[in-house]
């Protein structure tokens, strides 16, 4: 039975498919929990250790001491445990994404600097501090305020003058240093327009098997970029879904991640395709529940498959799937969602999961980084699955209770 150290963040959507996926699989899992949190009993998982993710320099040893069988992979369910993951597969001796390659991928910063080197197409862009309005404003208008390593749209920030340009690099600084991480400044650039497109896909020795491409049908234009609909297969010419393939496979192998899964956002537009970003993890939250559809395995299977050399499915269904990740209205507390019957009851949808408990305190990106739940959809056209998420999502009423300013 291959035996698998899974680094499981303290409130991560994935969790579960992580457990489920290696249940069914015959894997044992030896679950390795984030910080002082200790995972809930109802995973059926005890901890055997509890580490800083975010400290992979007080972690590593740590998890090394208590780590007294051999293991036969390494893998962080999320972005969160990508660095620690990779700096233990060095030590073990194991394949996988090496740490500089993960670091690459993670920093927002350096990944554009990599596609500068390659001469892939990127943004006019600087790294600033929160102070330096000049130097900000030097790659024109409309510009993006980036945290550098921060996700789910969090501490991203369109602005379109000097005033705004200030208030946002003095915001993103903020949402950084809260989310304590260490890079000195943020990531400015130049606004791309265009459709968005993500790519799932599966590396090996530096090959790309691109396992769906995702059309994110609502405008991404700002101020903020949260993050609604995902649908596949997608609509794009097969031409400029071949590029996109190319693009990220290139930036891979330069980065130095040639074997594992991958996840790639980009922007496409009448100049072409534009990578926004690529971490070396499979679609986040429980988006890759809809792989199930196209797939007949979710992201999670997918990624321990790879892991442990076992075979991925020979080709996609040819159904369409999509999935909403539903957005947060305001920033309050959450009282509940309303409307859930009658969500289900819209045709082609298959599954609703709200993720967020009553009593949470949510809110929109650029602060937040979570969603309300997900709506997942199946049909026999993109357009039919897309339609029976907006459907859906019509008839839910979240009852968000704003916080009383003191």
Known sequence: MPRLLLLLPAAGYANQDFIAAAARLDIELVACADYCHRLA???????????????????????????????????????HGQALAAQLRVALKLPGSPPEAVATLSDKLRFRRLQQTLGLPHPAFIAVGADAIDAAAAPGFP??????????????????????????????????????????????????????????????????RVLAVFDKPDPLDGPFFEETLFITPSRLPDATQRELADAVERACVAAGVTDGVIHAEARINEAGVWLLEIAPRGIGGLCGRVLDTTLG???AEIVLRHAVGLPFPAQASGTAAGVMMIPIPASGILRGVDGLDAARAVPHITGI??????????????????????????????????????????????????????
């Open 41 to 79: 009993p109802g995973w059926g998982l005890p901890p055997l250790m509890s580490v800083p993710f975010d400290q992979p320099e007080i972690a590593l040893p740590q998890v090394l001491a208590e780590l007294k069988q051999p293991v036969d992979a390494v893998l962080a369910v999320d972005d």
């Open 143 to 208: 510009l993006v305020v980036k945290a550098r390593r921060l996700n789910a749209s969090r501490g991203v920030i369109r602005v379109d003058d000097r005033e705004e340009l200030a208030r946002a690099l003095k915001q993103v600084r903020r949402i950084q240093a809260r989310a304590q991480r260490d890079a000195a400044d943020l990531l400015v650039e130049r606004f791309i327009p265009g459709v968005e497109a993500a790519l799932d896909g599966v590396l090996s020795s530096g090959a790309l």
């Open 297 to 299: 395995m979710n992201s």
């Open 353 to 406: 999961e709200i993720t967020a408990p009553p009593g949470q305190l949510v809110a929109p990106p650029p602060e937040g980084a979570g969603y309300l739940g997900f709506l997942f959809s199946r049909a026999a056209t993109p357009q039919q699955a897309e339609a029976a998420l907006r459907a859906a999502h019509a008839v839910l009423a979240v009852n968000i209770q704003p916080l009383v300013e003191p």
